[in-house]
C-alpha cells in the first residue's frame, strides 16, 4: 500500500515511462525486461518498439506526457542519439523530463553523457530494483519543484 | 501553468501543451473542469470512432493502417488507446502505441494512451475527457481502441458516432461470448487476419449473423462487413470508404448530433458520481464518517454525509 501512494503523481496518477530502443540494432531483450519490472513495480509504461529515431521518441513523450524516458542503445552511436534527443526536448521546451540510458556504454563515455544532459547511465547487469528506485527518485524530486 | 495558454497552444499544433492538457483531464479538478467548459464552446465537431472486439484481432495494426488511409484524405488523427491491463498486476504495458508509432512525427497524428488503472476519476472519464479535449483543438477523426469488454469499455464505445466491431477467423464461439457486450450493435463488422485459410468459413458466419438479424440495423443502417488483412494492408481503403459513408449518413439525419449530445450527458453523469465517490472515499478514510456514525442512526447520518459532501465538491471553482 505504502509503496503504491508513492507512485502516484497528482491525483491518483501513476509514474508514466517511455521505454524506448534507438538506433539500428533490433536486439531488445534488455529494454523489454526493463519495461516490464518497471510495470511490475506499479509504473504505466509505453514501449515504442525498436528502430526509433529521436523524433519518434521526443515525440510519444510529448503525446504521452511521461514522466521519464528510459533509453536502450547497443548500436554504439549513443553519444550522436543522446545528443539530437536532448536537443529536441529542449527545442520542444521539455528538458526537464529526465532522461536515463542503458546498453553497452563505454566507461569513458559516461561523463560525456552526463554532460549532454544524460540523468543515468545503466550498464548490463544492473539490479532492475536500482533501476526502479532510480525513477522513483527523479520523478519524486521532479514533483517538488 | 496557465491551462488557457496550454489550451491555445494545443490548438496551434502544440504536442507538448495537449499532452499536458491530456494528463490535467485524468481527473476532476478545477482545472478540469474550466477545461471542459472551454471544450464545449470550441467542439462539437468530430468525428468518433470507435474501433472495438476480441484481443489480439489486430485492433491496434488495423489502425495503423487506417490512418495512413485516412491521412492520404487529409484527416487529422487522435487517437486514444484504452489498454487492456491485466486487474492483478500493478501496474501497465501499454502496447497500442507500439503499433501506431511510425506515425508518432507525423503532425496532425496525435496518439495518446490511457491505462485502465492509472485514473482515479474512472476510465470512462478519462477517455471521454481526451475525446472532448481533441475535438476542441480541432482533430477531425478521432479514434478509440478498446477491447469492449468491461462495462467501461461498452459504455465509451457506446458513445462513438461510428463504431467498428473487429474480430478474425476461428472464433465463432468467442463472437457468441461476447454477445451480451458489444458484438451486435457496429455499424461495420471487419473480418481481420483474411490471409488466414480459416476466413471464409467465418466471413460466411457473420453474413448469417447478419441476414438472420442478429447484428442489429441501427437507425435505418445496415452494418457493413468488411474483409481485412491489417499486416498486408489489404481492404483497408474499403473500411476507410465505408467510415465516410457511414459519416455522410448520420450527417444527414440528426444522429451525429444526438450521439454528441448523449456523449456529453454521459460524462456529465460521470464527473457526478466521481465527485461524490471520490469525496466519499475520502471522508471514509480520514474517520469523518464514523464520527458521524457515533452520534446519529443510519439515515441520519447518511444525509449528513450528503450534506457535507455537497459541501466540499462546491470548493470546487471552476469560474
Ligand atoms: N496474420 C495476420 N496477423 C495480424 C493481422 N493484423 C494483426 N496481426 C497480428 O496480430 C497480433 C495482434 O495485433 P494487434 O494489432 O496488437 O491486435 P489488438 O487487437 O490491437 O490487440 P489488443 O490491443 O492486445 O487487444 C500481432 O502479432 C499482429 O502482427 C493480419 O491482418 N493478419
Ligand atoms: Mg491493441
Known amino acids: 500500500m505504502e509503496r503504491t501512494a508513492n507512485l502516484l503523481r497528482g491525483r491518483g496518477r501513476r509514474i508514466k515511462v517511455l521505454v524506448a530502443k534507438l538506433g539500428l540494432d533490433g536486439h531488445d531483450r534488455g529494454a523489454k525486461v526493463v519495461a516490464r519490472a518497471l510495470r511490475d513495480a506499479g509504473m504505466e509504461v509505453i514501449y515504442t518498439g525498436i528502430r526509433q529515431t529521436p523524433e519518434q521518441v521526443v515525440s510519444a513523450a510529448l503525446q504521452e506526457d511521461v514522466d521519464v524516458i528510459g533509453v536502450s542503445i547497443l548500436s554504439g552511436a549513443h553519444l550522436n542519439l543522446m545528443k539530437r534527443l536532448i536537443d529536441l526536448l529542449k527545442k520542444e521546451g521539455a528538458d526537464d523530463i529526465p532522461v536515463f540510458l542503458g546498453g553497452t556504454i563505454p566507461i569513458p563515455d559516461i561523463p560525456k553523457l552526463k554532460e549532454i544532459g544524460i540523468k543515468e547511465v545503466f550498464l548490463p547487469g544492473t539490479h532492475l530494483n536500482l533501476i526502479r528506485d532510480y525513477i522513483l527518485g527523479v520523478v519524486g524530486e521532479r514533483k517538488e519543484h | 501553468m496557465n491551462i488557457y495558454k496550454l489550451f491555445d497552444d494545443a490548438k496551434r499544433?502544440?504536442?507538448r501543451s495537449l499532452g499536458r492538457l491530456l494528463s490535467i483531464l485524468e481527473s476532476p479538478s478545477n482545472e478540469s473542469f474550466r477545461l471542459?467548459?472551454?471544450f464545449v464552446k470550441h467542439g462539437g465537431k468530430s468525428h468518433v470512432i470507435g474501433i472495438t472486439g476480441i484481443p489480439g484481432s489486430g485492433k491496434s495494426t488495423l489502425i495503423s493502417?487506417?490512418?495512413?488511409a485516412m491521412r492520404r484524405k487529409g484527416?487529422?488523427?487522435a487517437i486514444v488507446a484504452i489498454d487492456p491491463t491485466s486487474p492483478y498486476s500493478q501496474g501497465a504495458l501499454l502496447g497500442d502505441r507500439l503499433r501506431m508509432q511510425e506515425h508518432s512525427t507525423d503532425p496532425k497524428v496525435f496518439i495518446r494512451s490511457v491505462s485502465t488503472r492509472g485514473v482515479k476519476g474512472g476510465l470512462s472519464l478519462a477517455a471521454l475527457s481526451m475525446i472532448e479535449a481533441f475535438d476542441a483543438?480541432?482533430?477531425d477523426k478521432i479514434i478509440v481502441e478498446?477491447?469492449?469488454?468491461?462495462?467501461?469499455?461498452?459504455?465509451i464505445m457506446n458513445t462513438?458516432?461510428?463504431?467498428l466491431v473487429i474480430t478474425m477467423?476461428?472464433?465463432g464461439d468467442e463472437i457468441q461470448a461476447l454477445k451480451a457486450g458489444i458484438m451486435e450493435i457496429g455499424d461495420v463488422y471487419v473480418l481481420n487476419k483474411s490471409d488466414k485459410p480459416e476466413a471464409a468459413k467465418t466471413f460466411e458466419y457473420l453474413k448469417f449473423a447478419l441476414e438472420t438479424g442478429e447484428l442489429e440495423i441501427k437507425h435505418g443502417w445496415t452494418p457493413r462487413i468488411v474483409k481485412t488483412s491489417a499486416i498486408m494492408g489489404m481492404g483497408i481503403d474499403q473500411v476507410v470508404s465505408i467510415i465516410d459513408e457511414h459519416y455522410n449518413y448520420i450527417r444527414e439525419n440528426s444522429i451525429f448530433m444526438d450521439k454528441l449530445r448523449d456523449r456529453r450527458l454521459f460524462m456529465l453523469k460521470l464527473l457526478v458520481e466521481s465527485l461524490f465517490l471520490d469525496n466519499l472515499d475520502d471522508m471514509y478514510r480520514s474517520g469523518e464518517i464514523e464520527e458521524l456514525f457515533k452520534a446519529n442512526d443510519y439515515y441520519t447520518s447518511s444525509i449528513k454525509i450528503i450534506e457535507l459532501l455537497l459541501k466540499k465538491i462546491r470548493k470546487i471553482d471552476n469560474s
Request: charged share 20%; hydrophobic share 35%; proline share 3%.
Open chain 2, 65 to 68: 493502417k487506417m490512418i495512413s
Open chain 2, 36 to 38: 471542459l467548459k472551454e
Open chain 2, 13 to 15: 499544433g502544440s504536442k
Open chain 2, 146 to 155: 478498446s477491447v469492449g469488454v468491461g462495462q467501461a469499455d461498452i459504455d
Open chain 2, 160 to 163: 462513438a458516432h461510428t463504431l
Open chain 2, 137 to 139: 483543438v480541432g482533430y
Open chain 2, 169 to 171: 477467423p476461428g472464433v
Open chain 2, 75 to 77: 484527416y487529422s488523427i
